[in-house]
């Protein structure tokens, strides 16, 4: 394994690589050797694109479409990448949903949607890769969390409670698989340059901006590069950690 391809012949899986920071992360694993499984759900247009950006910087990307709520639709797409590849060794539990509001006028079907995607997303694709996991005695997962997760904020209970729901997750899976050599570990970036950052207007930004002591957005670049490390074997002593990545925002 060269250094400058640390995860070359590693087979990776991305929820929600379609854009934002799944499609950096994806990005990221494949210049670092990786061969990535892009999944997205609705946005096949911009998992395209995805795929192609990995290929010209020559990386091997693939489309991975399946509902991550749909606990066939998972088993069946992770099921097909095993027998293409014999494996998975890396999975990034990215895809994620918000449907903001405040609890007092907060329909059911969005607490739903938003636990649906988040929380069960995570669990079963989880749940679907771990077996072989534990079969190849070899593993690297990654969950996406959030600073509101760990601060919460107004309007985002439903948000917050799936991020957080997935904290525990972490750390418990962590413990079931540590002795078969499978790491399990969470990311939990703060306000990032994506397209919600990019839609909020000017002076809820610089409200924002003003309670990060670092002064900045981050970049999906960033996390993306905080997940390949964990992904690697530079990070092999590190499982059942959450990891900020916020500016500072929350300490």
Known sequence: MRADNPLADR???????????????????????AK???????????????????????????????DVSDAKQVADAIGGIVKKTGRIDILVNNAGLT???????????????????????????????????????YGRIVNVVSVVGQGGREGQANYAASKAGIEGFTRSVAREVAR?????????PGFIQTDLTARLDEKTRQSILGQIPLGRFGA????????????????????????????????
């Open 36 to 66: 990535v499984y892009v999944n997205y759900l609705a946005n096949e247009e911009m998992a395209k694109k995805t795929v192609e950006d990995i290929k010209a910087g020559g990386g091997l990307g693939f489309l991975a479409p399946f």
């Open 180 to 188: 078969r050599n499978i790491t399990v570990n969470a990311v939990a």
């Open 220 to 251: 999906p670049e960033e996390v993306a590069a905080l997940v390949t490390w964990l992904s690697s074997e530079a990070a092999s002593y590190i499982t059942g950690a959450v990891i900020p990545i916020n500016g500072g925002i929350y300490m």
């Open 99 to 137: 449907k903001d509001g405040l609890l007092m006028r907060m329909k059911e079907d969005d607490w739903d949607a938003v636990m649906n995607v988040n929380l069960r997303g995570t669990f079963l694709a989880t749940r679907a890769v771990i077996r072989h996991m534990i079969k190849a005695r």
């Open 11 to 33: 087979v990776a899986l991305v929820t929600g690589a379609s854009r934002g920071i799944g499609r950096a992360v994806a990005i990221a694993l494949a210049g670092k050797g």
